[in-house]
């Protein structure tokens, strides 16, 4: 799992320093300023979601959830339509 995620941070960062060596060239610097934290904030929030993902559930949190699950009644059945 960490030479994976060592892997999606270099592709991160690579494309980060291509897309601001573009902006540098044709964006004004203030907007370079907004453009740069907005990126920081993508590229937190995308490897907040990898890791959530990539990452298996504590065993305390399975459980958990294994038995918060409704049970089904009688009155969950499907009625009969004559």
Same mark, same amino acid.
Do not use: C, F, W
């Given at each position: 799992?960490?030479?994976?995620?060592?892997?999606?941070?270099?592709?991160?960062?690579?494309?980060?320093?291509?897309?601001?060596?573009?902006?540098?060239?044709?964006? @004004?610097? %203030?907007?370079?300023?907004?453009?740069l934290? *907005?990126? $920081?904030?993508?590229i /937190?929030?995308?490897?907040? #979601?990898?890791?959530?993902?990539?990452?298996?559930? @504590?065993? %305390?949190t399975?459980?958990?959830?294994?038995? *918060?699950? $409704?049970?089904?009644? /009688?009155?969950?059945?499907? #009625?009969?339509?004559?």
């Amino acid at each position: 799992m960490s030479g994976d995620r060592e892997r999606v941070i270099e592709l991160v960062n690579e494309l980060g320093s291509r897309v601001g060596h573009v902006l540098s060239e044709m964006v @004004p610097p %203030a907007a370079q300023v907004h453009l740069l934290n *907005a990126q $920081r904030e993508l590229i /937190t929030a995308l490897m907040l #979601i990898y890791e959530n993902r990539v990452a298996p559930a @504590p065993a %305390a949190t399975r459980g958990r959830r294994a038995r *918060a699950r $409704r049970r089904t009644t /009688t009155r969950d059945r499907k #009625i009969p339509i004559e």
